[in-house]
């Protein structure tokens, strides 16, 4: 698998963005970069995810770097409720499709 | 999308025991996944089923202790069998036809 590094915890305060960041400086060039959250007492979600080209969806932006070695989640405006952890994951195309979760980013959006 | 419920949502089982979980999916799913959230800790996947194959276990996980079936495309179960402590986790299941996947609401096992 493509190891991935996330901070271990952010704050970000209530209406502003919350920039995610990731690094999977391994990656292989046909290997996609996905992000999933989880909130407290519920399943991992998922969230985005991006080859090469920014991607944006309702929820979120992803921002990948043209070297691919790092990327970005933005939450454009979060709200309380984004209070979760966010895990970057680079699934191993050989996994038969299982996702790896690392430790992920303890986000908190504060009031 | 797919709507995914567990049985039970949680329960406080003895040692020595053992508990069956349950995933229903509301949609026809090929590929199924079991995973375990110990306390404080990200999830582990335990087990690849596929409908129509025997299930895959990761390396630590074995079919003695987490027999899995998947009799149907919607349908699978997870077996914790002769549960000790260090089997109190969330048990999650999830379900995607690649790695974007969704998942249940977990089970949350006690063991006493």
């Known amino acids: 698998d493509a190891k991935t590094t996330q901070p271990t915890s952010m704050d970000c305060a209530e209406g502003r963005a919350a920039n995610l960041p990731c690094n999977h400086s391994?990656?292989?060039?046909?290997?996609?970069v996905y992000w999933y959250r989880q909130i407290h007492s519920q399943g991992p979600q998922y969230i985005i995810h991006?080859?090469?080209n920014n991607e944006t969806n309702e929820m979120a932006s992803l921002i990948i770097t043209e070297d691919r070695k790092s990327s970005t989640l933005i939450l454009p405006h979060a709200t309380l409720r984004d209070t979760a952890v966010y895990y970057c994951?680079?699934?191993?195309?050989?996994?038969?499709?299982?996702?790896?979760f690392g430790k992920g980013t303890s986000l908190l959006v504060t009031p | 999308s797919a709507v995914i419920s567990q049985k039970p949502s949680r329960d406080i089982c003895q040692r020595g025991t053992s508990l069956t979980i349950q995933c229903q999916v509301d949609s026809q799913v090929t590929m199924m996944f079991w995973y375990r959230q110990q306390p404080g800790q990200s999830l582990t996947l335990i087990a690849t089923a596929n409908q129509g194959s025997e299930a895959t276990y990761e390396s630590g996980f074995v079919i003695d202790k987490f027999p899995i079936s998947r009799p149907n495309l919607t349908f699978s179960t997870l077996t914790v069998s002769n549960m000790s402590p260090e089997d109190s986790s969330i048990y999650l299941c999830?379900?995607?036809?690649?790695?974007?996947?969704?998942f249940g609401p977990g089970t949350r096992l006690t063991v006493t």
């Open positions: 991006g080859l090469k």
């Open positions: 994951i680079v699934p191993d195309s050989n996994s038969g499709y299982a996702l790896n």
């Open positions: 391994t990656i292989s060039g046909n290997e996609y």
């Open positions: 999830s379900v995607g036809p690649s790695y974007e996947q969704y």
